[in-house]
T-cell receptor
């Protein structure tokens, strides 16, 4: 399978715990995006990378969220001290620089109890 | 600021034609995209407009008017499998992130 891969697919955690999600993009794609989506809403932008550089981060994103893409390949999204409001589907997408089409992974669903 | 509006829900009959509208107000414009998202699945790309006019791809067409900040997605010969959410997204500037609308949930009835 050469699509975008995300894991874990589901994560249930208690409030206050830290969680980390991983995204493996399509191998030749140099852009990687993280979005968050709640039921009945469109994806909300969190951050994006071009190669290993984090070029933009949403102003709505609290300091509890951090993302890395250390070698310009896979990326991780960490949420510290989770809150119930963090419960959502976290979507990763990748693209080739000069095209607009985003290829999404299946998402990582987070439930904070 | 960035704002994208779409109707929340639409219903249509199998075999019919449906038009899903999208209006946007963004700080810049470098392309409008439509994605389809079935329940519980990831969004998949449908179409892209950067110039005014109509782009046709099989049963799906997308229209753009930049001066009006308006786009629509036209679905012809509706099939049951077209029941999904349709997301309108704008890229305000080349190289920037994509801003998604809330999505329109389309139900196709027999």
């Amino acid at each position: 399978d050469t699509g975008v891969s995300q894991n874990p697919r589901h994560k249930i955690t208690k409030r206050g715990q830290n969680v980390t999600f991983r995204c493996d993009p399509i191998s030749e794609h140099n852009r990687l995006y993280w979005y968050r989506q709640t039921l009945g809403q469109g994806p909300e932008f969190l951050t994006y990378f071009q190669n290993e550089a984090q070029l933009e981060k949403s102003r709505l994103l609290s300091d509890r969220f951090s993302a890395e893409r250390p070698k310009g390949s896979f990326s991780t999204l960490e949420i510290q001290r989770t809150e119930q409001g963090d419960s959502a589907m976290y979507l990763c997408a990748s693209s080739i620089q000069n095209t607009g089409e985003l290829f999404f992974g299946e998402g990582s669903r987070l439930t904070v109890l | 600021g960035q704002n994208i509006d779409q109707p929340t829900e639409m219903t249509a009959t199998e075999g019919a034609i449906v038009q899903i509208n999208c209006t946007y107000q963004t700080s810049g414009f470098n392309g409008l995209f439509w994605y389809q998202q079935h329940a519980g699945e990831a969004p998949t790309f449908l179409s892209y407009n950067v110039l005014d006019g109509l782009e046709e791809k099989g049963r799906f067409s997308s229209f753009l008017s930049r001066s009006k900040g308006y786009s629509y997605l036209l679905l012809k010969e509706l099939q049951m499998k077209d029941s999904a959410s349709y997301l309108c997204a704008v890229r305000p500037n080349y190289g920037q992130n994509f801003v998604f609308g809330p999505g329109t949930r389309l139900s196709v009835l027999p």
